[in-house]
Each structure stands twice: as C-alpha cells, then as structure tokens.
C-alpha cells in the first residue's frame, strides 16, 4: 500500500470516527471508488471532504424503475465537518453532472445523496444545491413494547386478525403494496408505473420464500385490509448500522385509507415489535417518505428515530437554471 492511500485510509478513518461520536448506531464505512468519479475538497493539502459518484440509468420497463427516477447520479459523501468543503464539492459534483444528465426540467433525472440523519451540518450545502430530504431510514433500539397476546387482544376487537401469508396470497399483496408504493410515489422518492402491483409480487414471492414465517395479510371481518412483512439479518440492513447483534426490517405496513386512524395500524406494529424482540432482535430498521405529513409522526410515536436521510434534487436540472460552479 502506498503512503497516498496510508493517508487516504487515516482520513476515512478519522471521518467514520466522528461519524459514529454523532450516532453511534452508524456504521464504519470505508470509501470504494471502483470505477467512479473521485471527488476531493479542503483547503491547502488538506482534504476535508471526499466522495464518489455514480451513474445509473434504467428504462421505464426495468423493474427498478418504481424505485425512483430513470437516470440517476449519486454521490456517496464523507467529510470532516467543514461545511465550506463539503459545500464547494457539492457545487463542484452539481455543475458537472447535472447537464448531462437529461433536458431542463425532466423529472426522470435526478441527483441523489443519502447522509447520516444526525449530520446537521450538511442541511445548508444540501440546500443552497437546491436539494430536498425524501426518505428516511428510522431505527428502534433496545425499546420493548407491549406483549403479543396484548397487541393480538387490540386488533381482536376491531375485528382485526393477522392470517400468515401463503405464496397463494402474492397476486393479493402485489396489488396491496402497489397500493403503498402509489401512496408514497406522491412524496417524490419513489415512481408508480405501469405494471407495479407484478413486480412487487415478485419480491413478495421471494421473501415469503425465505421468511416464510414474516409475512402477514391483516384482515378486519375477513376482508384483506393491509398486509405486514419483516426481513431478518438482511446483509444490506446490517450494513445500514453498527456492528453488533441481528437487525429486524419491517420491510411493509400498509392499511388500506378506509381503516386508518382507529389505532388498527399501532396494533399491528406493537404485534410486531413483540414478534421481534421474542426472537432477540433489539434493533428495528424500517423506511419511509419524509414528505408524508402521517409517517414521521407515526414512527416516532412508535419509537423509531431517523438514522439515514435522502436528499435528491430532481429534476436534475430544473427547467429555466444555469448550473455554475
């Protein structure tokens, strides 16, 4: 290894180290440039922000396209606390990009960036580049809920059951969390396109086949009003947080709109939460949109706390700006 990435790896590590002083439940992360734009900023022959950035372009019939905007330019972000660095790297990464990425005003592009939710002082430069924060990763620590058979005693008398998913109920629960994804599509994140309700069925298919005990339809009077789904130890969610112990994902709760607001939805979270502390999980992932004006609230009633934040600037180049540097 040469003197260069000695520095280099002494850097991350100082900026991974104030990272977790600001939340410890954050990870240590490490800086993989592969074949991505390296970005630098600071001052004499001090960095003091870093980053790659990354392209990806999708068709609209590509089934990742519901997760967002066709042409994406990401940057994966680490800094010092220097606000005029991380503040000049953005600008420098937003001029560059942002013309190439598609025509004034074309919603299918956008710039993303996902950041430490307790990192405040990126808020400005995010800002001033003209970003908004979209979604949210909350997580749940160490909290214990009520009971099971508490929670099952709630939903019992609205006449609410949790029935187990068979692969049977996939066509059903593709058309349930199309439904969902609609429903946040409105807050910017995410993109409703023809075809939805199938592509969600297949992964739906995937995780009832290897969690075939972590997915639920919730019925009131037998009718399929919502359904409730949960990974375990997911490599992608044990990687959002800190080394030490399993992590739970509440990957869907959805309601349909006509039974919302009797406490129907509270029930079933606190069923799950009791579900998954009896398996020894103490740490709860789950995402959200941060435009929608009833999850934020929701999940801080039910003790979730924001961990990772994503801003986007979208369209990439809002019709009638010059970018300049």
Not at 196 to 219: K, Y
Not at 254 to 276: K, N, Q, S
Request: hydrophobic content about 40%.
């Amino acid at each position: 290894m040469t003197a260069k990435n000695i520095d280099l790896e002494l850097l991350l590590a100082r900026m991974s180290d104030r990272e977790r002083e600001i939340d410890p439940q954050l990870p240590v992360r490490s800086l993989n440039p592969g074949d991505a734009v390296v970005r630098r900023a600071g001052s004499g022959n001090t960095d003091h922000a870093l980053a790659v950035s990354r392209e990806t372009v999708l068709t609209a019939s590509d089934p990742d396209a519901i997760w967002g905007p066709l042409v994406t330019s990401s940057l994966e972000l680490r800094w010092d606390g220097d606000e005029a660095a991380a503040g000049t790297l953005l600008r420098e990464w937003v001029a560059d990009t942002a013309p190439r990425l598609g025509e004034d005003g074309d919603w299918e592009t956008c710039l993303s960036v996902r950041v430490p939710s307790r990192d405040s002082g990126l808020v400005r430069p995010l800002l001033s580049q003209g970003f908004a924060c979209v979604d949210v990763t909350g997580i749940r620590v160490g909290a214990r809920g009520v009971a099971e058979s508490e929670a099952e005693a709630r939903l019992r008398a609205g006449g609410v059951t949790l029935r187990l998913a068979t692969p049977a109920d996939a066509p059903l629960l593709g058309v349930l969390d199309s439904e969902l994804l609609a429903h946040d599509a409105q807050h910017g994140g995410l993109a409703d396109r023809p075809g939805a309700a199938a592509i969600l069925q297949v992964g739906i298919e995937v995780r009832i086949a290897i969690d075939p005990e972590w997915t639920w339809v919730i019925e009131q009077r037998g009718e399929a009003v919502g359904y409730l789904s949960i990974e375990l130890n997911r490599e992608r969610h044990l990687q959002a947080c800190a080394q030490g112990g399993g992590v739970a994902f509440i990957q869907a709760m959805y309601l349909r709109p006509t039974v919302r607001g009797g406490g129907i939805g509270e029930a079933v979270v606190e069923f799950a939460h009791a579900r998954i502390e009896a398996e020894g999980f103490d740490r709860i992932l789950l995402g959200y949109a941060s435009q929608n004006p009833r999850s934020g609230p929701f999940w801080c009633r039910m003790g979730y706390r924001p961990l990772w934040s994503g801003w986007q600037r979208r369209p990439g180049r809002p019709a009638g700006t010059t970018v300049t540097r």
